[in-house]
């Protein structure tokens, strides 16, 4: 860990760095593109459905995060092996100004198969602002990657490239840069 540490007025600042590490992710895949989809009508309430189980969780952990919540966007992708995935950004209705463009506070993905949701995640930063963009998908021996980049902006959690592995009974996350914390 790379750490600045500065004295000022006798109170002591600790700067602190991330490390990226350019061996990791290195299989990075990007082969999904953007697409429509017709009657999503569905999907539509099972991922909002999904939206509020998870902020309803977070409300009742800290009263801070018990705000109404907004669809702030939806995208949907294909491979070129044609696995289709989704992601639905979410915001608090409070947090309508200041979020820059790409930004929400929470995002649902996931993989969609037979217009069913198969694997899903959630990845937030409620206390400000996370970006997410997928880039590819891949199917082996059992497993689902999803790969993307992800930029949480106030949360002490890894950011940058990512491979999140799905397997039958969990969920793997590896990322290229690692947070050092706050």
């Not at 509020?52 to 070129?80: M, P």
């Not at 590819?136 to 491979?163: C, H, L, R, V």
Request: glycine residues 6%; proline residues 2%; contains cysteine.
């Amino acid at each position: 860990m790379l750490e600045n540490k500065s004295k000022e007025n006798d109170t002591e600042t600790t700067t602190q760095y991330s490390e990226c590490d350019s061996l990791k992710v290195m299989d990075y895949k990007t082969n999904i593109q953007p697409v429509l989809i017709g009657n999503e009508t569905e999907l539509l309430i099972s991922v909002d459905k999904m939206a509020k189980d998870y902020i309803r969780g977070e409300c009742e952990n800290d009263d801070l995060y018990c705000d109404d919540i907004v669809l702030r966007e939806r995208k949907y992708f294909k491979s070129d092996l044609n696995d289709s995935l989704f992601q639905f950004g979410y915001r608090f209705k409070n947090a309508e100004t200041g979020m820059e463009d790409a930004s929400s506070s929470f995002f649902v993905f996931g993989i969609i198969r037979n217009g069913k949701i198969q694997k899903y995640d959630i990845v937030s930063d409620l206390m400000g602002e996370i970006q997410l963009k997928l880039a590819g998908i891949e199917m082996k021996n059992k497993e689902i990657m999803i790969w993307g980049e992800m930029y949480p902006y106030f949360s002490p959690d890894d950011y940058g490239q990512f491979k999140l592995t799905f397997t039958e009974d969990r969920k793997d996350y590896e990322f290229k840069c690692k947070s050092q914390g706050h």
